[in-house]
């Protein structure tokens, strides 16, 4: 392998037996880009913008139109990062190619959508978040992007509660007692109050770090709105990642036949978690008297999977299903009685988008991603890649009930592809 000299990769090892994995004393972005990244970051979580641009909490086709301005600053942005880290980007690209036919898909996808023009705007968007998450891997090490992450949602929650005294009218949901903040919906902050929470404890328990008490403070802010939000899928999301980032901190510490049956511990817990939430949670929703239905959830799950079934191995393009010229679309909404905007499940509107194809692809871009964030902690703990772990796990889990798999300006997203990216990256080179 040829040696890099990028400030990106400095501090990296050179030789593909070093597994290409970065220094403990590899310098930080400079203050103008870390800087960008944070508007960008706080921009793309869906802040602020969308409430101001919202009428009566609903956006027109106006003001849909205005968000979509909205973002060209942050491609100004996203381009002008990628020419600066053009090298290192490409070595990223390489190494993460399922990552990246995934994103390619998508553009394919308008040769079969019902939607061509829409799928090929938003593949293209889509593109360009990829881009944005390739810049992120390369700029950051895992605990500088934990710490970053945490900062800005941080931020965005501390804005959130100051608009609780400043205006409540505005900052909570109408007729409810739900907390929205600076977000459109209490849902959107409850997703942000969960990535601050999962950020900020991993950054307060991590012994390396000289920014704890940011982690303390974003950790508490992160409980109290998620709390206030009353979003249930965040959440258990948050409880979720927050268990699995304690796993990963006990597999570390196992050595030898002690991590093996851990690890065979945990695949059982996994698997008997899944057989719960597959299964038994409805029966025991009903038995305790709470919606069985998941809040309307579960009869649109069940729509969904027929139209699945009538497209399974291409899907209907590139989040082309859900628009008002969709026929499939209206008779779901008809049927439901209200406009979901999409399936309340990443997993099931990757199929609608991409089918079968599509979500075999993504399967095997979070599996492998899985395995090799495993992989980095247990060989190099003190790296910081707990917290890479754990987003993984946040977005399976937050996608069983939300929808935020391949989803162009999204944090969600850009995230989740930033950690595959970044561990594709680092992840060891075969000899």
């Known amino acids: 392998m040829p040696q890099i000299h990028h400030p990106a990769f400095a501090g990296w090892p050179t030789s593909r037996a070093s597994a290409s994995v970065p220094s403990a004393r590899e310098a930080a972005p400079s203050r103008l880009e870390q800087g960008a990244v944070w508007l960008v970051l706080a921009m793309q979580s869906g802040a ?6 919202a009428t009566d909490g609903e956006l027109t086709e106006g003001a849909r ?7 060209l600053p942050i491609y100004a942005i996203t381009l002008i990062l990628a020419a600066r880290y053009a090298r290192p980007m490409l070595i990223a690209a390489r190494r993460s190619l399922p990552l990246v036919a995934l994103v390619a898909l998508t553009l394919m996808s308008v040769l079969w959508s019902i939607a061509p023009a829409l799928s090929l705007r938003r593949a293209i968007a889509l593109i360009l978040t990829l881009l944005l998450s390739q810049v992120l891997a390369v700029m950051f090490t895992p605990r500088q992007l934990t710490v970053t992450v945490a900062r800005v949602t941080g931020l965005c929650l501390a804005g959130s509660l100051i608009m609780a005294l400043a205006d409540p009218g505005l900052a909570f949901m109408p007729g409810e007692t739900a907390l929205r903040g600076v977000y ?4 959107v902050l409850g997703w942000i109050a969960a990535l601050a929470t999962v950020s900020g404890a991993v950054t307060f328990l991590d012994p390396w770090t000289r920014h704890r008490r940011t982690g303390l403070v974003v950790l508490g802010l992160g409980v109290v709105c998620v709390l206030m939000s009353q ?4 959440l258990l999301a948050a409880v979720m990642a927050l268990m699995l980032a304690l796993a990963h901190v006990l597999l570390a510490r196992a050595q030898g036949l002690g991590r093996v049956l851990m ?5 059982v817990l996994a698997l008997l978690l899944l057989l719960f939430l597959g299964t038994l949670l409805v029966p025991l929703l009903q038995a305790l008297g709470k919606d069985a239905t998941l809040t309307g959830r579960v009869p649109l799950w069940a729509l969904v999977d027929a139209r699945i079934a009538a497209r399974p191995w291409l899907g209907y393009g590139y989040q082309a299903f859900w628009t008002q010229g969709s026929v499939d679309a209206w008779g779901i909404w008809t049927a439901i009685g209200w406009t979901s905007p999409h399936a309340h499940n990443g997993y099931r509107d990757t199929l609608l988008s991409l089918g079968i194809t599509g979500a075999a692809l993504l399967a095997v871009v979070l599996v492998q991603a899985l395995m090799r964030a495993m992989r980095l902690h247990l060989a190099r703990p003190a790296m910081g890649w707990l917290w890479p772990n754990a987003l993984l796990g946040h977005s399976l889990i937050l996608n069983l009930s939300e929808s935020a798999l391949l989803f162009q300006n999204d944090l969600q997203w850009i995230l989740t592809a930033t950690v595959v990216t970044m561990a594709a990256l680092h992840a060891p080179r075969r000899c």
């Open 231 to 234: 979003s249930s899928s965040s």
């Open 48 to 53: 602020l913008l969308p409430l101001m641009a």
């Open 263 to 267: 690890l065979s511990g945990f695949f």
């Open 65 to 71: 139109g205005l968000l979509r301005l909205s973002v």
């Open 184 to 187: 459109l919906n209490k849902n």
